[in-house]
């Protein structure tokens, strides 16, 4: 049976259409009998944030994220990652860094319990509201000062008790975790595959 050009055309488009791709962080803490690996998922939203989003996946994709660390805990209230100057082992220039370019806002989104958002320098220097290109926070509880004022992109909807876990970690006077919470991977995979044995999917960003 032949398959015409056209319904393979519309077999394709209907299947991207049902891609649902979300982000995987692989995040390891601890030593010897206390080492812990765990999970957890972010979600997008693409409609939102659609530059943010693509910026995100791509950096997923690329490994960029792979051996950072969390450099910031609030117990029960955030974390904080994405600097690829936490690779160093020097903490005074942990939270400074990015991957060379800033993002426009898209600042559509409440700050709620498991939102992932862009961290960005303050008003007093940065007027526009650029985010930073790779730094992320992820909300443990509401923050409504923050509406209004951070691109909110995502938000975690598998494995938040495991930022819960990270965001209670031991910490030093900048809330920098004693231990390294380190990403050990990251990568794309649909939506349908959490809970399943993970298959890695070729998603591109913007997908």
């Excluded at 969390?70 to 600097?83: E, S």
């Excluded at 400074?96 to 409440?110: H, M």
């Excluded at 004693?178 to 591109?204: C, H, M, N, W």
Aim: proline share 7%.
């Amino acid at each position: 049976m032949r398959i015409s050009t056209a319904a393979i055309c519309l077999f394709f488009i209907l299947n991207v259409c049902k891609a649902d791709p979300v982000a995987v962080f692989d995040v390891r803490w601890g030593r010897g009998a206390d080492l812990q690996r765990r999970s957890f998922a972010i979600a997008f939203f693409e409609r939102e944030a659609p530059q943010t989003v693509a910026n995100f996946k791509r950096l997923v994709q690329d490994g960029f994220y792979r051996k950072t660390i969390f450099h910031r805990v609030y117990p029960n209230y955030l974390v904080q990652g994405g600097d690829p100057l936490s690779r160093r082992k020097d903490r005074s220039v942990m939270g400074t860094g990015g991957p060379g370019y800033s993002l426009q806002p898209e600042i559509r989104r409440r700050h709620l319990r498991g939102s992932v958002a862009m961290g960005r320098l303050p008003d007093n220097v940065n007027p526009n509201r650029l985010s930073n290109g790779s730094q992320f926070y992820i909300c443990l509880q509401p923050i409504p000062g923050q509406d209004g004022l951070d691109t909110v992109f995502g938000e975690v909807i598998s494995g938040l008790q495991v930022v819960d876990e990270i965001s209670r970690l031991p910490a030093d006077n900048n809330a920098n975790p004693l231990e390294r919470v380190e990403v050990q991977r990251t990568y794309l995979i649909d939506r349908s595959q959490l809970g399943q044995p993970i298959r890695k999917t070729a998603f591109r960003p913007g997908t």
